[in-house]
Structures are given as C-alpha cells and as structure tokens.
C-alpha cells in the first residue's frame, strides 16, 4: 500500500531535550515536506527537500533541522524544543510528474 | 506566510444540499488545489486546478478559477455526512514548484 508513515505519532517530551520525528514513504517519491499545524493558523511549511541530499527552508524553519541522506527518508529534528514548539506536525511528498502531495497521519508534539 | 484564505470559515449544512466554499490568494499561482482532512489526522488531496483551466470536475466536486480575481470555488453536490471535514485550499506559485502554501481551512458540518 502506497503510504507515508511517521513516528512517532504523539509524543510529550521536556524543553530543551533534543528529539527526532522520522518520516518515511514508500512511492519513490522526489519531493518531501514538513508541515505544522496549528489552530487558527492553518499549515505551514516547515522545510522540503527536492531530492536526496537537497533541501531547502519554508515559512517556519526556525528552530528546526531536517536531512535527506536517503529518497524515502526525511527525519525532522528538533535540537533544543521549546513550548512554541507544541503542534501538530505532518509529513508530505510527493512525485517529481505531479503536485498531489500525500500526507502521514501525524505526529502531536507536546513540548513542556 | 499564508496564501489562501478561505471563506467562510465554517459552513453547516443539512444531507442533501449543496456546500459551496471559497478561497482567495495573492500572488501568481502555478496552480491551487483543494485538500480535506477529518479530524487530526492526515491531509487527502481532493482535486487540482491549473492556471490555465477555469472549472474542473470529480464526482461530486466541482471547483473553478478565476485568475482576474485570485479566487477559486470549491463546490460539493448532494452532500452527506461523511462530508463533515476541513477543507484547505493550497496553491503552488508560479516559478515555486517546491512550496504548497495552505490556507486555514474551513470546517464544513452536514447534519444527517
């Protein structure tokens, strides 16, 4: 089944305690993306990424960091969380031929 | 920053009727596509529209684009209550294949 999948889907974790959120999809996909979302605000893009080892900031990349060392991989990493840092956070890619993105189911991120 | 506004922002309906939303950007767009989402969980892409197309059907939606006006419509016919979701709208700007900027989306509720 053609999917994306993120890990893990709900964490609580402490300021300041570094914490990584894996993404991985299984279409061969070129594009992938990081977004947040949050009430009132809609999504925005964290970080994307083209293709392996190329990836670029979005609207919100402050306080983020992402790698792509390999096509299905796209790990977001949070190095020193902080309480603004609470949302919900979705995976996406996508195609290089099309613009549909597919969409993980989320992973809600509490940050005390 | 966000691109797309959507309006209303909430919409309720009866099962049957028709739901009509709308969605407003501000600069030149690749293309904008429609997303809905059930409660927290993860985006599904509904429908595209390019730049150059002014209405486009699936099923039971129909969405148009008005370039002149930065506006696009998003029309569900005969709706039922498995409808009930957010709707986003998304566009991708012209010469910015890699950025999808979302809307805040609209809670769309049709009663049984």
């Known amino acids: 089944e053609a999917q994306v999948t993120q890990n893990p889907r709900y964490l609580i974790t402490v300021t300041g305690k570094k914490l990584t959120v894996t993404c991985s999809q299984n279409?061969?996909?070129?594009?992938m993306s990081w977004y947040r979302q949050d009430p009132g605000l809609g999504l925005r893009q964290i970080y994307y990424?083209?293709?392996?080892?190329?990836?670029d900031k979005g609207d919100v990349p402050e306080g983020y960091k992402v790698s792509r060392k390999e096509k299905r991989n796209f790990p977001l990493i949070l190095e020193s969380p902080s309480p603004n840092q609470t949302s919900l956070y979705f995976c996406?890619?996508?195609?290089?031929?099309?613009?549909?993105?597919?969409f993980g189911p989320g992973t809600r991120l509490t940050v005390t | 920053s966000q691109q797309g506004e959507e309006d209303p922002q909430a919409l309720s309906i009866q099962e049957g009727e028709n739901a009509t939303m709308n969605c407003s950007y501000k600069?030149?767009?690749?293309?904008l596509q429609w997303y809905r989402q059930n409660s927290g969980r993860g985006l599904v892409h509904l429908i595209l529209?390019?730049?150059?197309?002014r209405e486009k059907h699936s099923g039971r939606l129909r969405v148009t684009l008005d370039t002149s006006k930065k506006s696009s419509s998003l029309l569900i016919t005969a709706s039922r209550a498995a409808d009930t979701a957010s709707y986003f709208c998304?566009?991708?700007?012209?010469?910015?294949?890699?950025?999808?900027?979302f809307g805040k989306g609209i809670t769309l509720s049709v009663r049984p």
């Open positions: 996406a890619s996508r195609g290089s031929g099309s613009y549909e993105q597919y």
């Open positions: 279409m061969n996909h070129e594009y």
């Open positions: 990424s083209m293709n392996v080892e190329v990836t």
């Open positions: 600069t030149s767009i690749n293309n």
């Open positions: 529209i390019r730049s150059n197309e």
């Open positions: 998304a566009t991708v700007p012209t010469g910015a294949n890699s950025k999808l900027t």
